[in-house]
T-cell receptor
Framework: GAVVSQHPSWVICKSGTSVKIECRSL??????MFWYRQFPKQSLMLMAT?????????EQGVEKDKFLINHASLTLSTLTVTSAHPEDSSFYIC???????????FGSGTRLTVV | AQSVTQLGSHVSVSEGALVLLRCNYS??????LFWYVQYPNQGLQLLLK??????LVKGINGFEAEFKKSETSFHLTKPSAHMSDAAEYFC??????????????FGKGTKLTVNP
């Protein structure tokens, strides 16, 4: 199966700074990547869907200017949390799939703590 | 549009007992259905998936699920629970589109506790 690397696993940042999270598909070309947010003891909430070379499609209620998503290549997508605030503290998970595939592979997640 | 309902946010079983985690789905198109397991502070691991082949799907770690269209259900079972099965389980659905699948929609999750 596909292998997805998400980095960093955890990060602590100061309020007002920006944090970048990387999601890499190591062994296949991911035409589509998804970014999820998960609050403690809750399910995954889809934030956005990104296709290589095009702008991400954000879910309703997700601030596109705050959560910048770049999908520059078929193997890399990044999520940048800009001007982070404590309420942005959460667990962020990426997922990848490719056209013609009927499966999704998830990264190991990033625990973001904003202090 | 797709949606998933997981019945029971918490399920507790004894070690060696049957595990049954319930999932009902709603989909406007033929669905793909998935079960994932999540351990604390980790990503999601695929247990099994239904993609229109056999309705009884066998997955990893002894888990299986049966797709029942008439009941719009995809319940997850394991004959004998092990302590290592304690985790959060998510049922998810996506719709089939030409050339692939849409985004996954997750249920709220079921926390499985296994008692010694």
């Amino acid at each position: 199966g596909a292998v997805v690397s998400q980095h960093p696993s955890w990060v602590i940042c100061k309020s007002g700074t920006s944090v970048k999270i990387e999601c890499r598909s190591l062994d296949f070309q991911a035409t589509t990547m998804f970014w999820y947010r998960q609050f403690p003891k809750q399910s995954l909430m889809l934030m956005a869907t990104s296709n290589e070379g095009s702008k991400a499609t954000y879910e309703q209620g997700v601030e596109k200017d705050k959560f910048l998503i770049n999908h520059a290549s078929l193997t890399l997508s990044t999520l940048t949390v800009t001007s982070a605030h404590p309420e942005d503290s959460s667990f962020y998970i990426c997922s990848v799939t490719k056209q013609g595939s009927y499966g999704y592979t998830f990264g190991s997640g990033t625990r973001l703590t904003v202090v | 549009a797709q949606s998933v309902t997981q019945l029971g946010s918490h399920v507790s079983v004894s070690e060696g007992a049957l595990v049954l985690l319930r999932c009902n789905y709603s989909s406007s198109v033929p669905p793909y259905l998935f079960w994932y397991v999540q351990y604390p502070n980790q990503g999601l691991q695929l247990l099994l998936k239904y993609t229109s082949a056999a309705t009884l799907v066998k997955g990893i770690n002894g888990f299986e699920a049966e797709f029942k269209k008439s009941e719009t259900s995809f319940h997850l079972t394991k004959p004998s629970a092990h302590m290592s099965d304690a985790a959060e389980y998510f049922c998810a659905v996506s719709g089939r589109v030409q050339g692939g699948s849409e985004k996954l929609v997750f249920g709220k999750g079921t926390k499985l506790t296994v008692n010694p």
